[in-house]
């Protein structure tokens, strides 16, 4: 019997070999052409578990434990794979490398599942996950370590619609990216690793497909082979109707043509060993395993940003930090009072002037702070162009504090609410018709306002700027570029698939946050005749990325959407049949 075809059966070995402690009998799978079959597997592990229990009294536990394991139906000489506890060296090919233990830090899984239960669930279904915390810790001991992943993705998943979770793509990537280890990137996936290593791969994962999947592919094992097809093994969440029963797959795998005769495999830390998955894997298919101690993995460092094969430039989600069961704890202690403050912010911020108001919101925890000097006054008698790079929809509320004076500020999309608790008054709003939004613009200028514009045409959180937009360039003879930063504790103050009527509360409702401005040279637009205004606007672009330490990119609103969303950014009203975009 092929190693192939039993691996699909090991599931119900499983079922019998995790009620006691002889998960040993993985690391003796036999690697002769004789594999001992499925029916013999299963004697032979009921044998042991009885043996054991009469052994107990009498002490002699581990010696009929490993004479029934050399001993059992399959008839072959049983061969364990050589363990070295060490890093791999350069020249090995790598075949089978566990996620969890080779790759990440060493972490809990409990942060992954808990951002899945709330920013695909919400808030309660996160505050079950953490009310179930101490029991999913004690699972390992009575029920294996798997016990806790497969509880964990049940408070997490159950109910979840399967069409509309997007969680794995937009929000898991740039924390799973975050912890990576620099230490293990180097040793498993690094370019240099990669192009000595032809062949493929098999990456193991405990957490569920729809959550690893993504940042593997997208972000980590980037294809740079045509031949190299790297096999992801992770298992399926369920589905009933549509929605995820909260019930992991079995493993579903053809391993044909992907793991030689030869094969070796990389693990490390306690967390993965403790898995009765990830050494049934390792043990099975490899001819040597080379994992790293506990000790040695708690040296390891993250992977600088710098190094990421594909940086995460756009994501989602409203936690703005990695929810550990202290911090998630003290999110959800904080909710509440977070909601009085941001009424108490709105407040001050609609009833006071700002030399009365700014002082006060300081207080509370909302600053600002203006980097470099104010824009000398218009000596024309047109208005200001004011152009900004997009972190917030309240971008422009900090211009008009900074130069404490009103300011106009137009848009392509914001909610009624948004606009009823704006201390600037109303957006006008654009339509993306180049004709119709200049004309709108213009007319502003004319009658003298200071235009707040966000060319980008949608937020982006990350240190890049998206490609702006020209139409600004066209409008006046010269623009201010405005570089804009900002800084929260606990929650985003933006959203792609969320509630976007909730993007100023959750910004008010942060223990503390800070805005920086600064407004830099006058760039004249007029006086490049031979320019090109998508020259102009690009030189505007990079001017602010310089003064912010940002990238410059070319990606637009539309990229942002289809990959945070699945669409293009554009929705439909529930009332009437106008379609709207959304920033």
Same mark, same amino acid.
């Given at each position: ?35 001992? /079959? ?25 010696? @009929? ?42 972490? $809990? ?80 996936? $690094? ?6 290593? /032809? ?25 740079d082979q045509e031949s190299r097809d790297d096999v992801i093994v992770a298992r399926e969440m ?6 995820y029963t909260g019930f992991m797959e079995d493993y579903q795998w053809d391993l044909a043509g ?11 830390? $306690? /967390? ?33 940003? =710098? ?42 911020? @609609? ?22 000097? @104010?824009?000398? $006054? ?34 392509? /999309?914001?909610? =009624? ?5 704006? !201390?600037?008054?109303?957006?006008v709003r654009l339509t993306r018709d180049r004709a119709h939004d200049g004309a709108a613009m ?18 982006? =959180? ?7 937009? !020209? ?113």
């Amino acid at each position: 019997m092929k190693r192939q075809e039993y691996l699909i059966n090991f599931d119900y070995t499983h079922q019998l070999l995790r009620l006691h402690p002889c998960w040993l009998l993985v690391l003796y799978i036999s690697r002769d052409p004789v594999t001992p /079959s499925t029916s013999s597997l299963l004697a032979t592990a009921a044998c042991i578990a009885e043996d054991q229990k009469m052994a107990a009294a009498d002490g002699q536990k581990n010696k @009929l434990f490993f004479s029934k394991l050399l001993s059992h139906g399959g008839g072959g000489a049983l061969k364990r794979p050589v363990i070295h506890k060490r890093a791999p060296p350069a020249a090995a090919k790598l075949a089978v490398v566990d996620v969890e233990g080779a790759l990440l830090l060493p972490r $809990s899984l409990f942060p992954y599942f808990m951002l899945v239960a709330v920013e695909a669930g919400g808030f309660l279904r996160g505050l079950v996950l953490l009310l179930l915390y101490p029991f999913i810790l004690a699972l390992p001991f009575f029920s294996g370590a798997d016990a806790a992943v497969r509880a964990m993705a049940f408070v997490a998943f159950c109910g979840l619609r399967a069409a509309r979770f997007r969680a794995g793509r937009a929000v898991l990537p740039r924390w799973l990216l975050q912890d990576v280890a620099l230490q293990g990137f180097d040793l498993a996936v $690094s370019p240099a690793r990669r192009q000595r290593q /032809s062949s493929s791969a098999l990456y193991v994962s405990r957490m569920p497909r729809v959550m690893v999947e993504p940042f593997l592919k997208e972000y980590l094992l980037i294809q740079d082979q045509e031949s190299r097809d790297d096999v992801i093994v992770a298992r399926e969440m369920k589905t009933t109707w549509g929605f995820y029963t909260g019930f992991m797959e079995d493993y579903q795998w053809d391993l044909a043509g992907v793991v030689e005769e030869d094969a070796i495999g990389f693990t490390g830390g $306690s /967390s993965s060993s403790s898995s009765m998955e990830s050494f049934f894997f390792l043990n099975s298919l490899c001819k040597e395993i080379y994992t790293i101690t506990d000790e040695e993995k708690a040296k390891w460092q993250p992977l600088p940003p =710098r190094s990421h094969p594909r940086p995460v430039v756009f994501h989602d989600g409203r936690l703005a930090i990695l929810p550990t069961p202290l911090a998630i704890a003290a999110t959800l202690a904080w909710l509440p009072m977070g909601a009085l403050l941001a009424v108490a912010r709105i407040a001050i911020a @609609l009833s006071l002037p700002y030399r009365l108001a700014t002082p006060l919101l300081a207080f509370t925890g909302q600053s600002w702070r203006l980097r470099g000097s @104010l824009p000398p $006054s218009a000596e024309h008698v047109n208005g200001q162009l004011y152009v900004c790079n997009h972190r917030t929809l309240i971008d422009p509320v900090y211009v008009s504090i900074a130069l404490n004076r009103p300011v106009r500020a137009v848009s392509y /999309s914001l909610s =009624r609410f948004s606009d009823l608790i704006s !201390p600037i008054g109303a957006t006008v709003r654009l339509t993306r018709d180049r004709a119709h939004d200049g004309a709108a613009m213009a007319a502003l200028l004319q009658q003298g306002s200071q235009v707040v514009v966000c060319p980008e045409g949608t937020t982006c =959180r990350e240190p890049y700027l998206l490609r702006f937009s !020209p139409l600004f360039a066209e409008l006046t003879d010269g623009v201010v570029p405005v570089a804009l930063a900002v800084e929260t504790a606990m929650f985003h103050a933006t959203t792609a698939g969320g509630w976007k009527w909730l993007d100023p509360l959750y910004y008010l409702a942060n223990p503390r946050m800070c805005y920086t401005v600064e407004f830099l040279p006058r760039v004249e637009t007029k006086a490049k005749a031979k320019a090109s205004s998508a020259e102009v606007a690009n030189e505007v672009q990079r001017r602010v990325a310089e003064a912010l330490g940002y990238q410059c990119t070319m990606l637009t609103r539309k990229e942002k959407y289809r990959m945070l969303a699945g669409n293009h950014g554009v929705v439909q009203r529930r009332r009437g049949s106008s379609m709207e975009e959304r920033k």
